[in-house]
């Protein structure tokens, strides 16, 4: 989502959820401490713009708190299948020894020596012993190793699931401090549609500014794939911002990105702080169509370059993914995939 140039960066890098509820208590109080009916219009604008920014902050939060559970989900699945396997391993050596003592007993557990004494075969029966003493010594150090293993897998298992638990509840704290902004949000936007015609065109303009000596000439994807992404881009226009969505009929800025370089086969981290390394940066007079532009000092907001000045991006709630001028705020750097 996007605020206008005007709007100086907050502090922090957006990287992590714990920060982010902070951001979040900090907007919602701010906003909350000024009064509907008092609030001058240029106040209102500038609430407006800053809680679209912070709010934005706090989703790519929630994005990366959702991608990292994810991942541990996975790594817990696949200690699970090796502990399943493990333990299958460990049960059948442990019927390959209760065969074993089992044929002990039916033989009667004799005294080796007087086994020896009663045996046809002295020779026989001194081979056989040797080799039953050698399987029987192996069976238990492996036996000893796979408990050790065993124990150490479910022990891994706790703390990941432990780790689990702990970013479930930090997602969810996120997303409760998000659905308190989002409220905050619509009031502001109440607010801003009671203002004069004039006031809110001025507002609106003031989002969509650009500077207009920022690019050099226009040139053609750098790759197929970038160009497939371009594609896919244009297709999501007029589709709505959506909290945390990444396609394909709702997007939020960093899940427009992902899905639509995804059409092109190509796997992009989850959030706009990881996009910003997902390739090699260029200089913003050197952007083509498919670039990652990501805008503002802790990269929390990125769209996709299309070229002759503008991007395709998905701005905040109420406004669909759209173009606008690539100089709408601040460049933080521009990403060629």
């Known amino acids: 989502m996007g605020s206008h140039r005007r709007t100086a960066p907050s502090s922090g890098s957006g990287r992590s959820a714990v920060p982010a509820l902070g951001l979040l208590a900090a907007a919602a109080a701010a906003l909350a401490a000024v009064p509907a009916a008092a609030t001058p219009p240029g106040d209102t604008r500038a609430e407006v713009d800053r809680l679209y920014q912070e709010a934005e902050k706090a989703t790519e939060a929630y994005n990366e708190a959702d991608e990292r559970a994810d991942g541990l989900r996975r790594e817990i699945a ?139 000439p226009v040139g053609a994807p750098a790759s197929g794939r970038a160009a497939a992404a371009v594609a896919a881009a244009r297709s999501a226009l007029g589709k709505p911002y959506v909290w945390g969505a990444s396609g394909p009929s709702s997007f939020d800025c960093s899940g427009l990105v992902q899905w639509s370089y995804a059409q092109a086969g190509v796997g992009l981290p989850r959030t706009s702080q990881a996009q910003r390394y997902a390739g090699r940066q260029v200089p913003l007079s050197e952007a083509r169509p498919g670039d990652l532009v990501v805008y503002r000092s802790d990269a929390s907001h990125v769209g996709m370059y299309m070229g002759n000045g503008q991007v395709i991006h998905a701005p905040y709630p109420g406004a669909p993914v759209r173009y606008d001028p690539v100089g709408m705020m601040p460049v933080s750097s521009v990403t060629r995939v």
Request: hydrophobic share 40%; no cysteine.
């Open 78 to 216: 696949a200690a699970q299948d090796g502990i399943a396997r493990q333990q299958q391993r460990v049960n059948t050596m442990r019927e390959s020894l209760g065969s074993l003592a089992g044929a002990q007993y039916r033989s009667g557990g004799l005294d080796p020596s007087l086994a020896l004494l009663l045996s046809d075969d002295p020779q026989d029966f001194l081979e056989k012993a040797s080799a039953l003493d050698r399987m029987t010594v192996h069976q238990a150090g492996e036996l000893r190793r796979l408990r050790s293993a065993l124990r150490s897998l479910s022990q891994d298992r706790t703390e990941a699931a432990d780790r689990l638990a702990a970013l479930e509840r930090s997602r969810r704290a996120v997303a409760a401090h998000k659905r308190t902004v989002e409220s905050k949000l619509a009031e502001a936007r109440r607010l801003l549609n009671s203002l004069p015609d004039g006031e809110r065109a001025a507002w609106d303009r003031a989002t969509r500014s650009a500077r207009a000596d920022l690019l050099g």
